[in-house]
């Protein structure tokens, strides 16, 4: 089973930039492919990004598409969403998570999840 920790979240303007770091524990870490998924309350997870193994092959939704960059280091089990142009509506809880099967889009495919990084964006 793996560990995942969020970070890098915190308050930022709209128009500034962040980077969320997600570092997972295990020795296979290099071997999953690695989503970003953000939620409001009462509102569904949702997809944000997502990478293959290797960082070779990235998956984007259409809210960040264009703003956002994932990527990996798999030396430092280590993987990075970086975020542009934000907005108010990028305000939520932002996790990570390794693809267990399936679409990288939809939900049930991760099993396993961090506890997350709040990301607020003032306007």
């Known amino acids: 089973q793996v560990q995942l920790v969020e970070s890098g979240g915190g308050l930022v303007q709209a128009g500034g930039s962040l980077r969320l770091s997600c570092a997972a524990s295990?020795?296979?870490?290099?071997?999953?492919?690695m989503a970003w998924f953000r939620q409001a309350p009462g509102r569904e997870r949702e997809f944000v990004a997502a990478l293959s193994f290797s960082g070779g092959i990235t998956y984007y939704g259409d809210s960040v598409k264009g703003r956002s960059t994932i990527s990996r280091d798999n030396d430092k089990n280590t993987i990075y969403l970086q975020m542009h142009s934000l907005k108010a509506e990028d305000t939520d809880v932002y996790y990570c998570a390794p693809r267990s099967s399936g679409s990288y889009y939809l939900l049930q495919s991760y099993d396993y999840w961090g506890r997350g990084t709040q990301v607020t964006v003032s306007s």
């Open positions: 295990g020795r296979t870490f290099s071997t999953y492919a």
